[in-house]
């Protein structure tokens, strides 16, 4: 029952917040419809891009939630993987694609689950490191300057990983498995 | 599985507000970004690299953005390493999406996260010039 009243308080923050956008676009629109026009345009463009990706994301939380006892990602992670928990966190940051605040509530199941700080912080990173945006970056900055960054975006991951899961004070994860 | 997709059901309805709501709020302001990028730099090695990682901070968008803007800050003049700064700060902190990002993960996480990935923004952008000085 509390947590009922403490999750729609959530809601009805956030909500708040959207219902705070919608009457800044309608209040900016009388006095400049085209730039309104434009913003909107841009964030439904936006929501229509990352839809299949959000898509993938429900189907992935239903499938922690069904399959994933609380704590079994951790354990899983920690005695079984070890240091290759790290490796797959890098790997998967990688090659999954799509803006990162999509993943956060999948993220956020996870951590229920067990997930460390640490891999959280190491996914979220080496998201940075964008294939398929490799040859713009090559295009504007060269080959040279592209892989360095690449390479130091991984090498420094593991040390985020560590530093934030430190300072966020997670204390079961200062063993570096 | 009625439950479990119930779960997922409930993190959505808490997660799509905040996030339709922000991407509201970062299609209204990015105009007004882009138009300062090129007046905030000072010109100075060392201060612009700080400006650079600060500006990219603040600002959101795809990162093919942070390249074509990078881009062109490179042609008017501006230091590679502040514009690495830029497009590092660009891709890795997320001002903007700290709300979201708290509810989520944690409110200290997400604040260490992004503070740590702002440092890192401008050790990783010198390291970068410093390696390609070095390789030429």
Do not use: C
């Not at chain 1, 991951?157 to 004070?169: A, H, K, P, Y």
């Not at chain 2, 600002?59 to 690495?84: D, H, M």
């Amino acid at each position: 029952m509390i947590n009922k009243k403490k999750n729609k308080g959530k809601i009805g923050g956030r909500g708040n917040f959207l219902f705070a956008m919608i009457a800044i676009y309608i209040i900016v629109a009388f006095f400049n419809f085209e730039f309104v026009k434009e913003a909107l345009k841009k964030t439904l463009i936006t929501l229509w891009k990352i839809t299949p990706i959000l898509g993938a994301v429900f189907i992935i939380m239903i499938l922690i939630n069904l399959y994933l006892e609380s704590g079994k990602i951790k354990k899983h992670l920690e005695k079984e993987l070890g240091w290759r928990g790290w490796f797959y966190s890098i790997i998967a940051g990688i090659l999954i694609s799509g803006p990162p605040y999509v993943f956060f509530p999948m993220l956020g199941e996870m951590k229920k689950h067990g997930m460390k700080n640490s891999l959280i912080a190491v996914f979220l990173y080496n998201r940075n490191v964008k294939i398929p945006y490799l040859h713009v970056s090559i295009y504007y900055f060269g080959l040279p300057f592209t892989l360095i960054v690449s390479l130091y975006i991984i090498i420094f991951s593991i040390l985020n990983g560590i530093i934030v899961s430190w300072l966020s004070e997670d204390k079961t994860e200062r063993n570096f498995s | 599985m009625k439950k479990a997709f119930l779960q997922a059901v409930n993190s959505f309805r808490q997660s799509l507000p905040m996030m339709i709501g922000l991407l509201m709020l970062i299609n209204f302001l990015e105009p007004f970004f882009r138009k300062y990028y090129s007046r905030i730099f000072s010109g100075n090695y060392f201060i612009d690299p700080l400006i650079g990682a600060a500006a990219g901070s603040i600002s959101f968008g795809i990162p093919v953005t942070s390249y074509v803007v990078g881009g062109e800050l490179l042609n008017q003049g501006v230091s590679l390493v502040a514009v690495a700064a830029f497009i590092l700060a660009w891709t890795t902190v997320g001002v903007a999406m700290l709300p979201l990002e708290s509810s989520f993960l944690g409110k200290k996480f997400a604040v260490t996260r992004n503070v740590v990935n702002f440092i890192f923004s401008l050790v990783i952008a010198v390291l970068t010039v410093v390696t390609l000085k070095f390789f030429q």
